[in-house]
């Protein structure tokens, strides 16, 4: 059974640091997806990763896929204010098109 | 640009009332999807189908039941409402393998 854990699930930092939030899956994957959830709202896709070793940029956030070590991790450099959201990962199981497994959530604030 | 529409955005209902959640999305999509948002549980999902009158059980399908009649609508019912079933739920559409579009979502509080 395929598994997807967030770490950490709560981040509070500071404008202008930079921090890493981690995912990792404990069965084969080659789908990866990271949402964005402002509080209130509905979810929003930020990156698809399909491939060991892609990297998606936009912004100040970074995502990267490792499928060996079945690791996925999003970087926020400098760190804005606007970024403050709940993050979700979300793993693909490989034999399906349909499902997708959720992470909890790494709920991050960011102070002015 | 793409929509995925929740009929309504909050709604509060009473124990063994049957509730209708609908859903409607204009992308000509074949997957669309029902989730419940848990705090500290991600999302989980109910059911999902995959082209009109087609539909499978996800995680979670017990007291929920599905219809999919027309390619654009997907309704979620709750058969007989219960506290338990108080809630966010989200429908989300995709076409193939890509990225989910999400509706707005519809906070449920069973009384």
């Known amino acids: 059974e395929l598994k997807v854990e967030q770490n950490p699930l709560f981040l509070s930092m500071q404008e202008g640091k930079n921090y890493t939030i981690y995912c990792n899956y404990s069965t084969t994957s080659d789908r990866l997806y990271w949402y964005r959830q402002d509080p209130g709202k509905s979810l929003e896709s930020l990156f698809v990763l399909l491939s060991n070793g892609a990297v998606k940029q936009e912004g100040r956030l970074m995502a990267s896929l490792d499928t060996k070590a079945r690791l996925s991790t999003l970087h926020i450099t400098a760190a804005v204010h606007d970024l403050s959201a709940t993050y979700f990962c979300?793993?693909?199981?490989?034999?399906?098109?349909?499902?997708?497994?959720w992470g909890a959530g790494t709920k991050l604030i960011i102070k002015p | 640009d793409v929509k995925v529409t929740q009929s309504s955005r909050y709604l509060v209902k009473r124990t063994g009332e049957k509730v209708f959640l609908e859903c409607v999305q204009d992308?000509?999509?074949?997957?669309m999807f029902w989730y419940r948002q848990d705090p500290g549980l991600g999302l989980r999902l109910i059911y999902f189908?995959?082209?009109?009158?087609?539909?499978e059980k996800g995680d979670i399908p017990e007291g929920y039941s599905v219809s999919r009649e027309k390619k654009e609508r997907f309704s979620l019912i709750l058969e007989s409402a219960s506290t338990n079933q108080t809630s966010m739920y989200l429908c989300a559409s995709k076409a193939g393998g890509e990225k989910l579009f999400f509706g707005s979502g519809t906070q449920l509080s069973v009384l």
């Open positions: 992308m000509d999509h074949e997957n």
């Open positions: 189908s995959y082209d009109v009158k087609m539909k």
């Open positions: 979300a793993v693909a199981p490989p034999d399906s098109n349909y499902q997708l497994i």
